[in-house]
């Protein structure tokens, strides 16, 4: 026998419950109620808008997982107050296959802590990121 959940929309996450209904549609229109609650809940806890493209809710191959973008870790950075802003990004070799890309994009983050500024290099690679055909965007083809 299947248990009935009944959604629980709870006080802390009702305003952003209601703003994800508002624009369901265009947000994440393959997500059930209770994962538009927790995208909310998820939202409200970590203070991150996914109207300004902070924070998405991603389902692949039907697990739903929520992806910071990198205006949401720009603005977590910009909430420590040692954040100091970024190089403009350097980009790796360009592939062809699936489509043109780099191999691989880099960048540093500047910080201030202890009253001098501290470099933080990232780099990411494609590879590491792309989500392969059966999870790609609906009629994209690789």
Request: hydrophobic share 35%.
């Amino acid at each position: 026998m299947t248990e009935s959940r009944a959604l629980v929309i709870t006080s802390e996450s009702e305003p952003v419950f209601d703003r994800l209904q508002a624009v369901r549609s265009v947000l994440a229109p393959d997500l059930t109620d209770q994962e538009l609650q927790l995208f909310a809940l998820v939202a409200t806890r970590s203070g991150l808008d996914p109207f300004a493209k902070q924070l998405y809710a991603i389902k692949r191959g039907g697990k739903l997982s929520f992806q910071t973008g990198i205006d949401g870790y720009r603005s977590t950075a910009a909430r420590t107050g040692q954040y100091e802003g970024s190089s403009d990004p350097e980009f790796g070799p360009w592939l062809d296959k699936p489509f043109p890309h780099p191999e691989w994009a880099s960048v540093i983050a500047y910080r201030w802590q202890n009253g001098r500024q501290i470099e933080q290099p990232a780099t990411a690679y494609w590879d590491e990121y792309y989500p392969g055909t059966k999870n790609a965007v609906p009629g994209f083809r690789d």
